[in-house]
Nanobody, 122 residues
Framework: QVQLVESGGGLVQPGGSLRLSCAASGTIFSINAMGWYRQAPGKQRELVASITRAGTTNYADSVKGRFTISRNNAVNTVYLQMNSLKPEDTAVYYC????????????????WGQGTQVTVSS
């Protein structure tokens, strides 16, 4: 069983920065696309940023120019650097990845982390 564990969330002031990390562990054979999603109170979960195995990135329009997604394949970790944070960025942020396990390496499975709270408030 693969586990994704997020860290780095917290309370920050508007204009501040946070760096989220998501480490994948378990019987991993390979990881292709990974991404960060967020869910604000009363709203559906939305894609914030994604990154392919090769490093190609895409971002939601609302975070372009402020957030940067990156990954370190050697340690099965994806990051989200969040700068110029706004109150509307407040949400639970979830890590997601399409992962091939050793047991089922032919078919990638979608895994989710438990989420980490990001609150942007003065």
């Amino acid at each position: 069983q693969v586990q994704l564990v997020e860290s780095g969330g917290g309370l920050v002031q508007p204009g501040g920065s946070l760096r989220l990390s998501c480490a994948a562990s378990g019987t991993i054979f390979s990881i292709n696309a990974m991404g960060w999603y967020r869910q604000a109170p009363g709203k559906q979960r939305e894609l914030v940023a994604s990154i392919t195995r090769a490093g190609t990135t895409n971002y939601a329009d609302s975070v372009k120019g402020r957030f940067t997604i990156s990954r370190n394949n050697a340690v099965n970790t994806v990051y989200l650097q969040m700068n110029s944070l706004k109150p509307e960025d407040t949400a639970v942020y979830y890590c997601n990845g399409f992962i091939r396990t050793v047991q089922a390496m032919g078919t990638p499975i979608n895994y989710w982390g438990q989420g980490t709270q990001v609150t942007v408030s003065s």
